[in-house]
């Protein structure tokens, strides 16, 4: 009769803890006992990004691989599902099982980027082979010509280092990740950051749906903070008015609808707009986010998610609000202005509650599709007695503005 073995779960283990199980990408090997594995980590132990990163080597007499966790060659199982090893042990016959990663060892030919690296420096370009003809067999003028265009190539090479070392101490402060992440988000379009659209959608309130700016579950939790807009006297919200602060949602609460259910919503959205506007403001934001005010947990968890990223500053992870973001905060608050005013926005008083400029709120009102009012025309001497603000409708079908191309002119030259 085959005797019977138990299973024993292990403590908590981290990553420095897990086995190793690897995969050898050109067949299985046939003698395991004559490899010789080594494991090296990241040294940076404080980086989050960084600690977990591993690399396998394993040496033969004939051949050498490597593999690792991280980079392209790395195998994004380990990021989708959890493996398991079970080691028995055959005196107690008790089976230890232990949290494991893969990783796929590709060959490596030793001296192969070497050999090529050196034949590429050897070989000369064609700009290279003039030059030592002119300096063996140039005239003088050509002689002096190349000299200059040395002497030019040493000071750009000097500037070329100050860029590289400025271009160091930068990436050191704010950290590599977070700068590439920064220039994606500067290269891509601007429909990106813009909410979830229908535009083929027959009725209005359905282009920009309400429940992509705000869940059921995130509006039910806005129901005390909202309760507490409601209750603010009129001395306070003159003091807001005073002071300058969301008077997009002062406006709201001045005029708040007679209808319970209507009145409700609008109360929960200006709570919602205000910490869209405040968010505006911030340059970075923590996990303590709207605690004054009364913001639910969701709610922070919500807005840290969606309007910001992610960069390790001093040792830590810090929540920022890149310039990307607050152009999608801007259009966020814009779509959910449209919501509580009847599918028309006031887009003066946003874009001075985000501090942004006009012709930039212009242009993502443009983007959304939306119509723009004119403003009327008013005698010279009645522009500064009168303030005119732009509105902003969502009209069916949307409106596919033309992009502004402005072309300067060019000086002559004398």
């Known amino acids: 009769m085959a005797a019977s073995c138990s299973l024993v779960c292990c403590r908590e283990e981290d990553d420095s803890d897990k086995a ?28 989050p990004r960084k600690r977990g990163r591993r690399i396998v080597a394993a040496e033969t007499e004939r051949l050498a691989y490597v593999g690792n966790n991280f980079g392209v060659g790395s195998m994004k199982c380990n990021n989708l599902c959890k493996y398991y090893v079970g080691v028995l042990n055959k005196q107690t016959m008790q089976m230890e099982v232990h949290s494991a990663q893969l990783f796929n060892m590709q060959p490596v030919i030793p001296g192969e980027a070497t050999k090529s690296a050196t034949a590429q420096d050897t070989t000369l ?7 030592s003809l002119i300096e063996a067999f140039g005239t003088n003028k050509q002689k002096r010509a190349l000299s200059s265009r040395k002497m030019n190539q040493v000071g750009s090479e000097a500037l070329h280092q100050a860029v590289a070392k400025a271009a160091s101490s930068v990436i050191d402060e704010k950290g590599l990740e977070a700068l590439q992440q920064e220039v994606d ?12 659209c229908t535009a083929d959608a027959d009725d209005p309130e359905d282009v920009y749906p309400f429940e992509s700016l705000l869940s059921p579950v995130e509006f039910e939790a806005l129901e005390q903070a909202g309760s ?15 002071e300058g602060r969301c008077q997009s949602v002062v406006r709201f609460l001045e005029n708040l609808p007679s209808v319970d259910e209507a009145r409700d919503k609008t109360v929960r959205c200006a709570f919602y707009l205000s910490l869209l506007i405040k968010m505006g403001h911030q340059r970075s934001v923590t996990r303590k986010f709207g605690e004054e005010e009364g913001c639910p947990r969701i709610i922070t968890n919500k807005l840290l998610r969606t309007f910001t990223v992610e960069t390790f500053r001093n040792g830590r992870v810090e ?17 959910l202005l449209l919501h509580m005013g009847h599918m028309t926005a006031d887009l003066t008083l946003l874009h001075r509650d985000l501090g942004i400029t006009e012709a930039r709120m212009t242009e993502l009102a443009k983007s959304m599709g939306l119509t723009l009012s004119k403003p009327p025309r008013v005698k010279a001497e ?5 303030e005119h603000h732009r509105q902003a409708s969502l009209v069916l079908p949307l409106i596919k503005h033309d992009k502004f191309m402005e072309r300067r002119k060019r000086k002559k030259m004398r």
């Open 382 to 386: 009645e522009v500064g007695q009168s």
């Open 125 to 131: 370009t064609f700009r290279d082979k003039v030059d």
């Open 20 to 47: 190793v199980i690897v995969r050898f990408s050109n067949g299985s090997v046939k003698n395991a006992s004559k490899l010789d594995f080594t494991m090296y980590k990241n040294t940076d132990e404080q980086n």
């Open 319 to 335: 929540n920022m609000v890149s310039s990307s973001m607050r152009v999608k905060l801007a259009a966020f608050s814009l779509a």
């Open 228 to 242: 507490k807009m409601a209750a603010l006297t009129s001395e306070e919200l003159q003091k807001m008015r005073d």
């Open 185 to 196: 988000e500067s290269q891509e379009d601007l429909a990106l950051h813009l909410p979830p």
